[in-house]
């Protein structure tokens, strides 16, 4: 069957060179670091904004629930066009959108601005995503994509807490503008050297696309992306969640930032590995599960910043090792034949951390900035369920 951007079953194809792989990887980096820009600063955002840390944390989930809402809606529309170029298209949507950005001063204005760079830059995330699966040798798709993936983790590393460390004498609106400069060199670069295959893009057959959601594989990694990242609230209000609970640590927030990247680089490394080595759904019930168990760590250790922090890091490492495991699994659950379900896929982890980020706003504002674990351990617990049922009915 041929799918549009999956692409027809070729003898040869182009396979990646390490160059092409490596601007991939430096794209995810910068889209991370676009897209999470506030995560790291929100504390400070709401003082420059004069609202609550609640209502900034907006920033954040409007830019996913921009990804979650769109992106399948273009990507029935835009089927006929090749991947390749299509993906061009994004990059360069994506600059610009994040160049009014930086010209936009109300704070509405400025929610509407990231609905829309959410929605460019899943667009090529998806696009990227599916472009890597397709030229990445057989059975290294995992191993493939963690390295993709690592772009993001990589700027957890040094992105996030840079512009922590940044925002004391540069504001958010140079570093923005910062990224859009590197956004147009990657953009140069895909534009000389990105060629479009000849299979990458047909026109969306949604009958076809649409059957693939009977298969009880597919329906367990949809479900499985929207319920995990309920949980994931925490990721957006983790600065305001340290510095409120425990302020003597509120000076150490970059260098914390900081061991969370690198547990969120190696989480997302060593959960391709285990992918590769047990398969995506033996891998998930293993993070879902120690997710949960850290979560409730978390709970019932605040009394000590010191040991809360660390199973901070911990969280957030696996936290990706997780993530990994869903993003393979679509692919391995369509056999990379419906990059539409891919998007579906990528819009229920968008969609879930944006309501997410709701969640954690209404627990804050209702039992307290203490509780927000309780929803990744809640939803951790109800997606090994989700496996476990799964398998049984398998």
Same mark, same amino acid.
């Given at each position: ?73 273009? !990507? ?14 994004? !990059? ?18 400025? !929610? ?66 910062? =990224?859009?400069? =590197? ?20 026109? =969306?057959?949604?009958?076809?696309? =649409? ?184």
């Amino acid at each position: 069957m041929l799918s549009a951007w999956g692409g027809k079953a070729m003898e040869k194809k182009e396979m990646l060179t390490k160059t092409m792989l490596g601007m991939f990887i430096v794209m995810n980096f910068i889209l991370n670091m676009s897209a999470s820009l506030f995560n790291g600063i929100l504390d400070q955002v709401a003082v420059e904004m004069n609202v609550p840390v609640t209502v900034t944390g907006q920033l954040s989930s409007m830019y996913q629930f921009g990804a979650g809402i769109g992106v399948p809606l273009f !990507l029935i529309s835009a089927g006929r066009f090749k991947r390749e170029n299509l993906l061009k298209v994004m !990059l360069g949507l994506n600059a610009v959108i994040s160049l009014v950005m930086c010209l936009v001063y109300q704070f509405e204005a400025m !929610l509407a601005v990231r609905f829309l760079m959410g929605f460019a830059g899943t667009c090529y995330s998806v696009l990227a995503t599916a472009t890597v699966s397709a030229k990445a040798p057989a059975g290294e798709i995992g191993k493939y994509l963690s390295l993709l993936i690592g772009g993001s983790a990589v700027a957890n590393i040094i992105g996030v807490p840079s512009i922590r460390m940044l925002s004391s004498f540069m504001g958010w609106r140079q570093i923005m503008m910062g =990224l859009v400069a =590197l956004m147009v060199l990657v953009l140069m670069y895909f534009t000389a050297a990105l060629k479009a295959e000849e299979n990458s893009g047909t026109q =969306l057959k949604l009958k076809q696309e =649409l059957a693939f959601l009977k298969e009880r594989e597919v329906q367990m990694v949809l479900l499985c992306s929207l319920t995990v990242f309920f949980g994931y609230g925490m990721q957006v209000y983790l600065t305001p969640y340290i510095s409120q609970l425990f302020p003597s640590y509120t000076g150490m927030i970059s260098m914390i930032l900081v061991f969370t990247g690198i547990a969120s680089f190696l989480g997302n490394m060593l959960g391709g590995t285990v992918c590769d080595r047990i398969g995506y759904r033996k891998a998930l019930m293993l993070g879902t599960g120690l997710q949960a168990v850290t979560s409730l760590a978390l709970l019932l250790t605040q009394f000590s910043g010191f040991m809360n922090v660390i199973l901070i890091v911990l969280w957030m490492g696996n936290a990706w090792f997780v993530g990994l495991q869903l993003n393979t699994g679509i692919n391995v659950a369509v056999n990379n034949r419906s990059r539409f379900m891919i998007s579906l896929n990528s819009s229920g982890i968008q969609l879930g951390s944006a309501i997410g980020a709701a969640i954690a706003s209404f627990v804050i504002d209702t039992f307290g900035m203490g509780m927000i674990p309780a929803t990744s351990m809640i939803t951790s617990i109800l997606c090994c369920m989700i496996v476990l049922l799964n398998r049984k009915r398998a």
